[in-house]
């Protein structure tokens, strides 16, 4: 495509992920919009375990059987003139390094809040990685189809615990069974409750009072909230769209996703006033790559086994930064200086997947991969290099030993073993001198996952063996003597082979630190 066909195609790019706390809603959020993009008839509740209907975008076993997400899914769609990409990230916190990843590769980020629980503590975490980047974030509070905390009480929250301000877009006409609408502040219209159709618009004046006269008038809780609209309007925060943009103003809107009550305007708006693709920062560089830049680059920021578990595949999923991407193409892999052709592109309707031919900036397309990716790998077309920043990687706080059950599937094993690692939701480490295998990961439940998926989709049993929470620390090989490890610190390497010690605790390290103090430990975020 020429130049002007590609700035028109990038405009239209939306990519966003969605954060919150495990069981605020998320997953369901996202099957509403997915329902109004026409890509889903029906949107089916997450937890209808028993009916065999589970969320488009939780397709991993483990995930269907439990409900929650595991792994961040990747859903597009087009939306009116727009084209869509919804990254769906885990809310459980064992798995917040995958999440932080995806938070590498979107523009904007929806944060969904349980109306009756407030902030809580992961969405708090999550928040402080969004706002280090910088980029908008739009807030839903859900479930107000429930008895929740006074709205008022929500924003206030807001700006206490996340420093950041809150500018209300409606506000709800009661809630739980008194729930009667929501006056909609930014189109000024109110919408009622359990209508359908465009009847469930009621027009307003410039005041905020109804144009025509309605029921709802008479009740109390409509009453307060017109008072409490008046009151936001007088003393609340000014919408500021440069603010917003920045990351340090949040559009607040009020709604239930599972009864799909203020999720169509919540999107419409959002659609509005979320960015199109944004330039990307090189490392050790002050030049930036633009989205409408012709040459095509990007970075894998997810890689997953085994989407098709018919298939053994593997799937590197990639940003694209700038540029046209074509089916066929050539590109150079940055770290290694290799050029690949890149045949096999697919993009995603969670486990359903459709050949892309063309994708521009802003779009996630995922490669069939044999294993020349790595997380954090940077593509590109063109003779000028390009190397985006490292994504973030964590220092693992538990460890385990592990090895096959049976000894005869040790083929399997390692196989599992590795194409697993390769997703960097478990580090991989091995004793230094016997290369026995050792597991690290931020959480327990990466190792459940890791134990369900080695025997679902490798047929291999592990036995895991915890050797407790540690302290990882690299050390310079230069500066390493195997006689310095003991019971006390384990001397293991990683999966570039470079030692590290596992400390016991704290003591272990300061220990350590008094006894050989010219030698330089380090350790990873």
């Given amino acids: 495509m020429d130049q002007k066909q590609l700035e028109q195609e990038v405009n239209k790019r939306r990519t966003f992920a969605i954060i919150s706390h495990p069981d605020a809603g998320k997953t369901t959020i996202t099957e509403q919009m997915l329902y109004f993009g026409g890509v889903i008839r029906s949107a089916g509740t997450v937890k209808a375990k028993k009916s065999g209907q589970f969320a488009t975008s939780d397709w991993m076993e483990i995930e269907k059987k439990r409900g929650i997400s595991v792994t961040s899914s990747v859903m597009q769609f087009h939306y009116h003139d727009k084209d869509i990409n919804i990254l769906d990230t885990p809310g459980h916190e064992d798995f917040s390094e995958d999440t932080y990843r995806t938070l590498m590769a979107v523009d904007a980020a929806v944060m969904v809040i349980d109306s009756a629980k407030g902030i809580e ?77 465009d009847d469930r618009f009621l027009p307003m004046n410039d005041e905020g009072q109804l144009v025509e006269h309605n029921p709802i008038e008479e009740e109390g809780v409509y009453e307060q909230a ?193 194409q697993l690692v390769q997703e960097g939701a478990v580090q991989l480490y091995k004793k230094y001198t016997t290369n026995d295998y050792i597991l690290g990961a931020v959480g327990q439940l990466q190792f459940e996952v890791f134990q369900f998926r080695m025997k679902n989709e490798y047929n291999c049993d592990v036995v895991m063996k915890p050797i407790g929470s540690r302290i990882a620390r690299w050390i310079d090989p230069e500066q390493l003597d195997p006689a310095m490890s003991s019971t006390r610190n384990m001397l293991v390497k990683d999966l570039d082979d470079k030692p590290l010690f596992l400390f016991e605790n704290k003591f272990a390290e300061n220990w350590f630190a008094n006894k050989y103090p010219d030698v330089k430990l380090s350790s990873k975020l």
């Fill in 121 to 197: 503590p992961q969405t708090k975490k999550l928040f402080k990685v969004v706002k280090k980047r910088g980029i908008p974030i739009f807030t839903f509070m859900n479930k107000l189809d429930r008895d929740g905390r006074d709205p008022l009480d929500l924003i206030a929250e807001l700006e206490e615990l996340l420093n950041i301000e809150g500018c209300a877009m409606n506000w709800p006409i009661g809630m739980g069974k008194e729930l009667k609408g929501l006056i909609d502040i930014r189109n000024n219209r109110l919408e009622l409750y359990r209508k359908d159709g």
């Fill in 226 to 418: 017109q008072g409490e609209v008046d009151l936001i309007k007088e003393a609340g925060n000014e919408f500021d769209l440069e603010k917003i943009q920045a990351g340090n103003q949040t559009p607040v809107f009020f709604g239930s996703a599972l009864t799909n009550f203020g999720v169509e305007t919540f999107l419409n708006t959002f659609l509005d006033l979320a960015p199109a693709p944004a330039e990307h920062k090189q490392q050790d560089s002050e030049e930036v790559v633009k989205p409408d830049d012709p040459e095509f680059s990007g970075f894998v920021f997810k890689i997953q086994a085994n989407m098709n578990p018919n298939h053994r595949d593997r799937i590197a999923f990639v940003r694209i930064c700038s540029g046209e991407f074509v089916r066929g193409m050539d590109v150079k892999l940055q770290r290694t200086g290799k050029v690949m052709r890149l045949n096999n592109a697919t993009e995603f309707m969670s486990d359903q997947r459709e050949t892309v031919k063309t994708a521009v900036a802003g779009d996630i397309v995922g490669l069939y991969d044999t294993g020349n990716f790595k997380i954090g790998d940077t593509i590109y077309t063109g003779k000028k290099a390009v190397q985006f920043e490292d994504l973030p990687q964590f220092t693992p706080e538990m460890f385990m030993e592990v090895q096959a059950k049976n000894v005869m599937k040790q083929k399997s094993f390692h196989k599992g073993m590795q």
